[in-house]
């Protein structure tokens, strides 16, 4: 199936009330304004360095010395959507690698409370702690869990205060960004509808006319 085909069956598998309490959330982030002061296109992003899940430092600069670089911003290991679009990038890595660019993942998860090292590996991209939501602060992506939301999540037995070792309760917007070997934005996906991510393809497109616009 392709990533939106497993995005809607995520959904389709709540029951009616849990769907309308995310329907409801959803239309308050919009309401509220929530990612709309996100980096966009044509903007240089700020340098970073963020460690990985071995504990290793990983800075954005070094990335892009190599080429191009892909950043995922997802909220955490407890979130399905985000898991369905972590494996979908996985897939995406030969056609991503072909085209000289580097993936990285980040959500404000502390290592011990993110996909084990081991799992990890296996998806064959750099899954970095962003603790405090810092880096994606820097981006506009941050935002505070209203009461509603924290009690949707703890219905589902999910402590963020647990998961990000803070008692802020915030999160990234889900975000995909495709960032030149200069650090400006070619490609921005920004959606504070959870339910919805970026397709690889569509990333893949943007290194081809990042690609195309150099040479």
Same mark, same amino acid.
């Given at each position: 199936?392709?990533?939106?085909?497993?995005?809607?069956? &995520?959904?389709?598998?709540?029951?009616p009330?849990?769907?309308?309490? &995310?329907?409801?959330?959803?239309?308050?982030?919009?309401?509220?304004?929530t990612?709309?002061?996100?980096?966009?296109?044509?903007?240089?992003? $700020? %340098?970073?360095?963020?460690?990985?899940?071995?504990?290793?430092?990983?800075? /954005?600069?070094? /990335?892009?010395?190599q080429?191009?670089?892909?950043?995922?911003?997802y =909220?955490?290991?407890?979130?399905?959507?985000c898991?369905?679009?972590?494996a979908?990038?996985?897939?995406? /890595?030969?056609?991503?690698?072909?085209?000289?660019?580097r993936?990285?993942?980040?959500?404000?998860?502390?290592?011990?409370?993110?996909?084990?090292?081991?799992? &990890?590996?296996?998806?064959?991209?750099?899954?970095?702690?962003d603790?405090? %939501?810092?880096?994606? =602060?820097?981006?506009g992506l941050?935002?505070?869990?209203?009461?509603?939301s924290?009690?949707?999540?703890?219905?589902?037995?999910?402590?963020?205060?647990?998961? %990000?070792?803070?008692?802020?309760?915030? /999160?990234?917007? $889900?975000a995909?960004?495709?960032?030149? $070997?200069d650090?400006? &934005?070619?490609?921005?996906?920004?959606? $504070?509808?959870?339910? =919805?991510?970026?397709?690889?393809?569509?990333?893949?497109a943007?290194?081809?006319?990042?690609r195309?616009?150099?040479?």
């Amino acid at each position: 199936m392709s990533l939106q085909a497993d995005l809607a069956a &995520i959904d389709s598998r709540f029951p009616p009330q849990t769907q309308a309490a &995310i329907n409801a959330q959803v239309a308050r982030l919009f309401a509220t304004g929530t990612g709309g002061s996100a980096l966009a296109v044509g903007a240089q992003v $700020p %340098n970073f360095i963020l460690p990985d899940a071995h504990g290793n430092a990983v800075a /954005l600069r070094a /990335l892009l010395m190599q080429g191009p670089a892909i950043l995922v911003f997802y =909220r955490g290991s407890w979130c399905p959507y985000c898991n369905a679009e972590l494996a979908a990038y996985h897939l995406a /890595l030969p056609e991503i690698a072909a085209r000289g660019a580097r993936l990285v993942a980040i959500s404000p998860e502390v290592p011990d409370a993110s996909l084990t090292p081991e799992e &990890i590996d296996r998806l064959g991209f750099e899954v970095l702690s962003d603790a405090g %939501n810092r880096v994606a =602060r820097s981006f506009g992506l941050v935002y505070a869990l209203d009461e509603e939301s924290r009690a949707l999540l703890g219905e589902h037995g999910i402590d963020l205060s647990r998961y %990000n070792a803070d008692e802020s309760w915030e /999160l990234p917007v $889900p975000a995909v960004y495709v960032v030149g $070997p200069d650090r400006r &934005i070619a490609f921005a996906s920004v959606d $504070p509808d959870y339910r =919805r991510r970026a397709d690889p393809a569509d990333v893949v497109a943007a290194l081809d006319a990042l690609r195309g616009a150099a040479e």
